[in-house]
């Protein structure tokens, strides 16, 4: 198993460098190239890429050479005679068998690493400990706010940014339902429990202005995601107004969308992308990859 799970290291290896000379060819000259020899800094980058492609490539060799054929095929205990089954239509029910518990022993695995990760981060909104055996007075809820509270917070809001208009709907009764355009850029959905964030959808300008559909174009689905990211990141259920400020001047920022290039590449697109994600701090444009 180790030398499996060597081989099959390698080759993620190996194609995580070939991934970064697409991306190099697909970039092509950036600007961190300067002005003098670019065309050479270029080459010389690619250069460095391919031989370390052919040098991974010998690794995945190597590795497959050090590989040993299975003995056999896997057992199941009694199963086994499913093979002997002169029935056509069942002969095929042991190569089957053998998939549904090779899948079952993955699920069984990931689901153990995904709660040893849960288990190390906590993802309840909420300050108060669930341990405590000392009882504290109940906070006032984000969620019971009354509706002139709600529309004082967000007409404020408007009032702070010029080119940014929204209006407000109540179609699910006292909750309401805040429509944003932001310049000519873009425009969002975003639902209201109280003053508290619950969902929020980016669109394009021509497309529906609704709750229930994507947008249709990738840049503004991955937009939609970094709101999600950033409506839990700012969420305060202690400080409610604060927690909308934050996140409406965080989205804010996305009026440069396509005008401003990434802070750490350099370059407007990667991956045919704008950069997507903003700061939570500084509010600074990157693209996805360049973030980390």
């Given at each position: 198993?180790?030398?499996?799970?060597?081989?099959?290291?390698?080759?993620?290896?190996?194609?995580?460098?070939?991934g970064q000379i697409f991306n190099s060819l697909a970039n092509?000259?950036?600007?961190?190239?300067?002005?003098?020899?670019?065309?050479?800094?270029?080459?010389s980058e690619i250069e460095e890429l391919l031989n370390a492609?052919?040098?991974?490539?010998?690794?995945?060799?190597?590795?497959?050479?050090?590989?040993?054929?299975?003995?056999?095929?896997?057992?199941?205990?009694?199963?086994?005679?499913?093979?002997?089954?002169?029935?056509?239509?069942?002969?095929?029910?042991?190569?089957?068998?053998?998939?549904?518990?090779?899948?079952?022993?993955?699920?069984?695995?990931?689901?153990?690493?995904?709660?040893?990760?849960?288990?190390?981060?906590?993802?309840?909104?909420?300050?108060?400990?669930?341990?405590?055996?000392?009882?504290?007075?109940?906070?006032?809820?984000?969620?019971?706010?009354?509706p002139q509270a709600v529309d004082t917070v967000i007409s404020?809001?408007?009032?702070?940014?010029?080119?940014?208009?929204?209006?407000?709907?109540?179609?699910?009764?006292?909750?309401?339902?805040?429509?944003?355009?932001?310049?000519?850029?873009?425009?969002?959905?975003?639902?209201?429990?109280?003053?508290?964030?619950?969902?929020?959808?980016?669109?394009?300008?021509?497309?529906?202005?609704?709750?229930?559909?994507?947008?249709?174009?990738?840049?503004?689905?991955?937009?939609?995601?970094?709101?999600?990211?950033?409506?839990?990141?700012?969420?305060?259920?202690?400080?409610?107004?604060?927690?909308?400020?934050?996140?409406?001047?965080?989205?804010?920022?996305?009026?440069?969308?396509?005008?401003?290039?990434?802070?750490?590449?350099?370059?407007?697109?990667?991956?045919?992308?704008?950069?997507?994600?903003?700061?939570?701090?500084?509010?600074?444009?990157?693209?996805?990859?360049?973030?980390?």
């Open positions: 198993m180790e030398n499996l799970y060597a081989a099959l290291t390698s080759v993620k290896v190996l194609r995580c460098s070939v092509g000259i950036r600007a961190d190239h300067g002005e003098e020899g670019r065309d050479t800094k270029f080459l492609v052919t040098h991974h490539l010998r690794d995945v060799e190597q590795a497959v050479n050090n590989l040993s054929q299975p003995p056999g095929p896997l057992t199941l205990g009694n199963t086994n005679f499913l093979s002997q089954e002169c029935t056509q239509e069942r002969q095929a029910l042991y190569s089957q068998l053998v998939l549904s518990y090779k899948w079952t022993d993955k699920i069984h695995e990931y689901s153990n690493h995904a709660a040893a990760l849960l288990s190390q981060n906590s993802l309840k909104r909420s300050y108060m400990n669930p341990g405590s055996a000392k009882r504290r007075r109940t906070q006032t809820s984000s969620h019971n706010v009354s404020a809001i408007d009032r702070q940014f010029n080119d940014m208009t929204m209006s407000i709907s109540r179609p699910f009764a006292t909750n309401a339902v805040l429509q944003v355009s932001l310049g000519r850029v873009l425009q969002a959905v975003i639902a209201f429990k109280g003053l508290m964030i619950e969902w929020v959808v980016v669109k394009g300008y021509g497309e529906a202005f609704d709750l229930w559909t994507d947008s249709r174009h990738k840049v503004f689905r991955k937009i939609t995601e970094n709101s999600h990211a950033a409506m839990l990141h700012f969420y305060s259920p202690t400080l409610p107004e604060l927690a909308v400020r934050s996140f409406m001047t965080w989205f804010h920022s996305y009026i440069t969308l396509f005008s401003e290039p990434c802070k750490k590449c350099g370059s407007h697109l990667h991956c045919a992308l704008p950069p997507t994600w903003r700061d939570l701090r500084t509010l600074e444009p990157f693209h996805e990859e360049c973030k980390l």
